[in-house]
């Protein structure tokens, strides 16, 4: 993963020069006053931890296992939020841990966190570094140090079941290597958010991730059956059986902590069979409104597609949905329809990928959609993971781009879709926003935006600025803050207007109760 930017550096790529052009005619966009620092020039404090406490930590992971080397700490500085890579870019390495602990089982996570709580240490739990909600930036007020928790080490298939189609995989593992894996035996999670490349098994589970064939196989919190949890009070194993009413499910208080509750080091997974074929198809609706109305019909009558996503009027036309080919756009708003089955054609339309297309099909041009054929779908498909290497060739350009995301009851999805819009648009001067619904539930949907604005003064506190304005916004129109980020430290005020007092008296005793010293992810989740 870039250090200052998103994944592959031999996959960035220099924005066309009409686009540049594009940007300065629409948004006053500029090249940057300075240039982006280098590796060498970021700013970091000493090391904090005394050699004695460095020398306590290595007694319990080996000496090879504490990295305190300048390289090690920028790598896990922050995550790759907009305002974490501006400040990187900006040469910022203040929220540099003090030292990376590379733990190799659930006994050295648990030992690492009794010496941290006796020693006053924050501990940061770091999968893939993929948070884009300020989710890596503890707070160092009141403790001896930071470290990083790299779980790493923490990256095998422990266990296959295929007669409960259940796998234990350690919380380590990155994404594509699952999917290799499991492969092996026919098997898939279906889980493929846009972190998906850089993103940990564990990390899904910490931030409650959704995938984008979130339709087809449900968000990663559905597919998690079970955890084991090391805490700072003791271990917790939780999950043993596919329902219960053994009491209210303490999975759920785990699932989205975000690392403020425990450590996850192991997770039994619900699997599905590798799927023999995948078809993505495009279709054109006239506006958002119609879009919106064919799926809802579809989430609560079906057949539902695996994929659907819908893209609105100025989305469709930047053609962001095909970040590859950006700038390539139509009218109209973009659906985009895919459908996962078997290899060979079966009896029965449910399963079938030619059946489920018909049947979906007949509904979206029931409701007035145009069909495009599969050219837009296979785009979408070549494209899917590009966006964020888009974002990091607009922030060199000069242009501030960043996501908001939210999720509402399909009653109060237009007033929400409206009220982001408005928010920013009184905030920022002449931004380009564009949005689309991401996933479908037969009760309501997510509202995913994408905003672009020049960047002026200080970019860091202009996007502050919106940020806040946008929250408010969410908050009074009835949204939730985040329906797949999660909340790390730039949702967590909203995150108390929306869970009241008294809920967020009872997250502040669970943390009191697994996490006394508060060594956990300090300044995350916890309002």
Not at 318 to 345: F, K
């Amino acid at each position: 993963m870039l250090w200052s930017g998103w994944g592959d550096p031999a996959k960035a790529r220099e924005l066309p020069p009409q686009i540049r052009e594009l940007l300065h005619d629409l948004l006053g966009v500029r090249e940057p006053a300075a240039p982006a620092a280098s590796f060498e020039s970021v700013r970091l404090a000493p090391v904090a931890l005394s050699p004695v406490r460095l020398a306590a930590l290595a007694d319990v992971v080996g000496h090879e296992q504490v990295l305190t080397s300048r390289t090690a700490r920028i790598w896990h500085t922050r995550g790759k939020s907009t305002p974490d890579l501006l400040r990187i870019r900006a040469g910022d390495g203040s929220a540099a841990p003090d030292a990376v602990l590379l733990p190799g089982s659930h006994e050295e996570v648990a030992a690492l966190l009794r010496l941290c709580a006796a020693e006053r240490i924050a501990v940061v739990p770091f999968g893939g570094g993929t948070s884009v909600v300020g989710g890596l930036a503890a707070s160092r007020s009141g403790f001896a140090g930071v470290v990083a928790l790299d779980l790493a080490r923490l990256d095998r298939l422990v266990s296959v079941d295929t007669e409960s189609m259940i796998v234990t995989a350690e919380p380590g593992l990155r994404a594509p290597e699952a999917e290799r894996l499991l492969e092996r035996h026919g098997l898939t999670l279906g889980h493929f958010p846009q972190s998906y490349e850089y993103a940990t098994l564990g990390g899904f589970a910490a931030a409650r991730s959704s995938g984008q064939a979130s339709a087809g196989y449900g968000r990663f919190d559905d597919m998690v059956v079970g955890l084991t949890v090391a805490t700072p009070s003791g271990d917790l194993d939780l999950g043993r059986a596919p329902k219960s009413a053994a009491g209210p499910d303490l999975r759920q208080l785990l699932l989205g902590s975000e690392g403020a509750f425990g450590v996850i080091t192991a997770l039994r997974l619900r699997v599905r069979r590798v799927p023999g074929r995948r078809v993505y198809e495009g279709w054109r609706f006239g506006s958002f409104r119609e879009g919106t109305a064919a799926l809802r019909v579809l989430a609560q009558e079906g057949p539902l597609p695996t994929v659907l996503r819908l893209s609105d009027e100025t989305e469709t036309m930047i053609g962001l949905a095909r970040p590859d080919d950006i700038g390539g756009g139509s009218s109209g708003c973009l659906v985009i329809a895919g459908y996962e089955g078997p290899a060979e054609e079966t009896e029965s339309p449910a399963t079938s990928v030619e059946g489920r297309g018909a049947g979906a099909g007949a509904v979206l041009a029931r409701m007035g959609g145009v069909p495009l054929g599969t050219d837009p779908g296979q785009a979408w498909e070549h494209g899917r993971f590009s966006a964020p290497y888009l974002r990091d060739s607009l922030l060199a350009a000069g242009a501030t781009v960043e996501t908001i995301e939210t999720a509402g009851f399909w009653s109060a999805l237009p007033r929400l879709y409206d009220a982001v819009r408005l928010a920013l648009l009184g905030v920022l001067e002449s931004p380009l926003v564009m949005c689309h619904i991401s996933h479908v539930y037969e009760t309501g949907a997510s509202l995913y935006f994408t905003v672009v604005t020049a960047q002026k003064g200080d970019p860091v506190a202009q996007w502050e600025r919106a940020k806040e304005a946008v929250s408010a916004a969410i908050v009074a129109a009835g949204g939730t803050i985040s329906h797949h980020h999660g909340v790390g430290r730039d949702h967590r005020e909203a995150y108390a207007a929306e869970l009241g007092p008294v809920g967020v008296d009872i997250l502040r005793a669970v943390k009191a109760r697994l996490d006394p010293s508060g060594i956990l992810n300090p300044g995350i989740l916890i309002p």
